[in-house]
């Protein structure tokens, strides 16, 4: 079907332009096609498809262009799915909803469903029904503080998580170098950043085209990482302020020799190098899914980097439904970072699929525990297993640095989850560092 609507926009393009008097064409799309097309554009805004997923036991539905529609040039990001069911899967379209009709949709199926994901790009949920659900940014970014001028870098960053990666970097010698070279971005495209970005990513790839690339950074700078005079990853950099931006990787074919002898390590560390050498104060790692497991976002806190929001792409909003075991797996499985209330806050769920020993439970905690502005630790306990070791969590959380908090959902549903942290964040009218140690029902 998507091919047959691609065929019939060219032949209808063609036609325009064949039948069309030249002179006419440019008053015609000014006066007539663009605003008509813009026309069409918000009618099918207020119209919103709906969705549904439903296998082993977990149903979802999705409601909104963005959150899963085939035919829109921004598509709900597979890795969700992938996340939801372990594979990448069709929904099945159930139906539309004016947007004046969303509350009543979702109270109709939330009574059917485990989980509701609304995206759109121009509207937000508001009042008592944003309150109802989580807000999960599309990405976060996490930011490095350097140094002070007079402290060593390399001093400054190593420790025992990052100690190989340094190793790797000097026994390579790696060196870089800082080029505008129109010939090098095309290498740097072609060789290191869509090879990179297919084997990162898989079915969720999001590549750029490149002609949209070569518009946007023709005259960016491009970070080169050389090994033993060649080429073998490269990185585009930018600056603003005194922030040095890193903004998309790459790795000569992908290949896996160059992963293994530290090329990702050596881009981050030649930023901050480079920062330093411009007088910069911070360097943004850029951005990383929000899920405290993502392999991304876990390597880059290895190097001291905090989170901060990102709100370059529209976020979904997420509406737990019950408590049924598939949903508790999911949620177990997948700790994730939401925005409540124009806070960051990371959601840690123990229940019945999660069996750790208190120093297993430690070190786990401790792993999920992330730096971030505004960021604070939710700990939800899902069964009454884990509520009657409250104070074994209580003593692991207190000797992490960020405000932390328990919630007991051991006999409440999920779908008052959203609700009782806004309440908590509201009752506190502050700052994370204003929150009391823990809070835990």
């Known amino acids: 079907m998507e091919a047959n609507k691609l065929i019939m926009l060219k032949f209808i393009k063609k036609s325009f332009n064949q039948y069309v008097p030249a002179s006419l064409q440019q008053p015609l799309k000014r006066f007539f096609i663009w605003p008509l097309s813009r026309s069409i554009t918000f009618l099918r805004d207020l119209w919103l498809p709906i969705y549904r997923i439903e296998r082993s036991g977990l149903t979802v539905i999705l409601i909104g262009h963005e959150a899963c529609d085939p035919f829109s040039d ?58 109802r659900m989580l807000n999960m940014p599309y990405h976060v970014e996490q930011i490095i503080e350097l140094p002070p001028p007079d402290v060593d870098l390399l001093a400054f960053l190593i420790n025992s998580t990052t100690r190989r990666d340094l190793k790797k970097i000097r026994d390579a010698e790696f060196q870089y170098e800082i080029t505008q ?27 750029i085209p490149w002609e949209v690339f070569r518009r946007i950074y023709e005259k960016g700078e491009l970070m ?18 005194d922030c040095l931006y890193n903004n998309l990787f790459g790795v000569l074919h992908a290949d896996r020799e160059l992963f ?11 930023a901050m190098v480079e920062a330093r050498r411009r007088g910069c104060a911070t360097v943004s790692m850029q951005c990383a899914r929000p899920f405290l497991k993502d392999g991304v976002l876990v390597y880059k806190k290895k190097w001291g980097s905090r989170i901060v929001a990102d709100h370059i792409d529209r976020e ?3 509406l737990p439904c019950g408590n049924r ?36 439970l430690s070190s786990y905690l401790r792993g999920c525990h992330f730096q971030g502005d505004r960021l604070s630790t939710w700990v939800v306990l899902l069964d009454s297993g884990w509520a009657a070791r409250t104070e074994t969590i209580k003593n692991i959380m207190r000797e992490l640095p960020q405000p932390s908090h328990i919630l007991d959902l051991s006999h409440g549903s999920l779908a008052e989850l959203p609700e009782l942290i806004s309440s908590w964040q509201d009752l506190c009218h502050g700052s994370p560092s204003e929150f009391p140690e823990l809070a835990y029902s």
Request: with cysteine; aromatic share 14%; net charge positive.
């Open 74 to 131: 921004k598509v709900c990001d597979p890795y969700i799915m992938h996340l939801l069911y372990a594979e990448y899967l069709d929904p099945l379209r159930i139906g539309t909803v004016p947007l004046w009709g969303l509350n009543r949709v979702m109270r109709r199926w939330e009574k059917k469903a485990d989980l509701i994901i609304f995206r759109h790009r121009r509207f937000r949920p508001r009042g008592a029904a944003a309150r």
């Open 181 to 207: 070279d129109p010939a090098q971005l095309d290498f740097f495209y072609h060789q290191m950043y869509r090879p990179f970005v297919q084997d990162r990513h898989r079915g969720s790839a999001r590549i």
């Open 224 to 241: 080169l990482i050389r090994r033993a005079g060649l080429a073998v990853a490269g990185n585009l950099i930018s600056q603003t302020g």
């Open 260 to 270: 293994n002898a530290g090329s990702i390590a050596a881009i981050y560390w030649f």
């Open 316 to 318: 979904f909003w997420l």
């Open 325 to 360: 075991p598939p949903m508790h797996r999911f949620l177990e499985e997948n700790p994730f970072i939401c925005e409540q209330d124009d806070r960051l806050v990371s959601l840690i769920f123990l229940g019945s699929h999660t069996a750790l020993s208190d120093k297993e």
